[in-house]
């Protein structure tokens, strides 16, 4: 079994838009309600590439999965954050792929400067069939602490859904107390 990480390229639309369609049309993870087009997808891959790590895991060939970064908000203050996000292929779930695409995609923010990686959650009121807390209990996993609620923001499939902010500080800021903030974070 042979399995690689790389940058994703344009020509991976497809089968990332595959990838991504089971999201769209089968869960509440997305919040699209329709599957994008191959252009249009592709062109969010362009679009990310120029300024972002963009990263697909392969197995024997096949991206089984994909992870990428943006802008968190397009002021120059916010230079050193970023919003992440992945996606696995349904089937290929629990196999440690997500961890691996995450430690791989933190790894490029590091080296761009990057100090704080943030995730927006779908959260369900309460879980269905469609939203469990499975991305929470995942990003958890990886060091992520909850920042933020947002309630009854999402409908979809006839149902209102939360989102929740994470956050993951990983880097270290000259003159920073980030000490004095993570202890008062918990304090709360």
């Known amino acids: 079994m042979s399995r690689i990480i790389r940058t994703a390229t344009p020509d991976d639309a497809e089968r990332l838009l595959e990838i991504y369609g089971y999201y ?12 994008p087009s191959i252009a249009e ?9 120029l300024t972002h790590p963009y990263l697909v895991l392969e197995e024997d060939g096949v991206i089984q999965g ?8 397009g002021r120059k203050a916010y230079r050193y954050s970023c919003e992440m996000s992945i996606y696995l292929d349904h089937c290929s779930r629990g196999r440690g792929y997500g961890r ?8 490029e923010l590091v080296k761009m400067g990057i100090l704080n990686v943030y995730a927006c959650i779908a959260d369900p009121v309460e879980e269905d069939e469609y939203l469990t807390r499975n991305s929470e209990q995942f990003h958890r996993h990886l060091g992520f602490v909850k920042v933020g609620d947002f309630h009854l923001c999402g409908y979809k ?24 903030v993570l202890h008062r974070k918990r304090a709360l």
């Open 100 to 107: 691996m695409l995450y430690e791989a995609l933190e790894a």
């Open 41 to 49: 997808f592709r062109n969010r891959i362009e679009n990310i590439l």
């Open 157 to 180: 499939f006839g149902r209102w859904y939360n989102v929740i902010w994470m956050e993951k500080m990983i880097g270290t800021r000259p003159g920073a107390s980030t000490q004095k």
């Open 24 to 35: 769209v049309e089968r869960t509440a993870i997305s919040f699209e309600y329709d599957v």
């Open 66 to 73: 994909y992870a990428y970064a943006r802008a968190f908000y």
